[in-house]
């Protein structure tokens, strides 16, 4: 029951910052708060800032495909971890990232970001953290 109130929070919410931000918006905002959390980290990052927003809602997604169908996200997921291996992704790089991301999220809901809210996504981000890094 809590995964489910969690799963329903997650979703409304990345429909509210899909409405607040265009993909620009977002991926400025975001790569904002990652130089500022881990500037050593930004440099495997060798996309151009105007994609960051395309390769968030990727990410978002695919997290979303998590809540509805499992099977399937951890298929694409260990896809997505060997490419970063490949991009030379440590493990190290993912909690600066997850911090990044939330705070993003937080900044753009506003108001729609209460504690539940936080603790749903930090569940998500986490199972997803952990699944990468394992």
């Given at each position: ?10 979703i409304k ?7 607040r931000a ?104 986490k199972r ?7």
């Amino acid at each position: 029951m809590l995964e489910k109130r969690y799963n329903q929070r997650i979703i409304k919410t990345w429909d509210i910052i899909k409405q607040r931000a265009d993909y620009d918006r977002l991926g400025q905002e975001f790569w904002k708060r990652l130089n500022k959390l881990a500037p050593d980290q930004t440099h495997i990052f060798r996309r151009p800032l105007k994609m960051w927003g395309t390769l968030l809602h990727h990410i978002v997604n695919m997290l979303m495909v998590s809540i509805s169908s499992p099977e399937t996200y951890f298929d694409e997921l260990f896809l997505l971890t060997v490419r970063h291996i490949r991009y030379g992704v440590r493990p190290d790089y993912l909690p600066p990232f997850g911090r990044a991301l939330l705070e993003t999220f937080e900044y753009i809901a506003a108001e729609h970001w209460d504690e539940t809210t936080a603790t749903s996504w930090l569940h998500l981000w986490k199972r997803a953290a952990n699944s990468i890094t394992r």
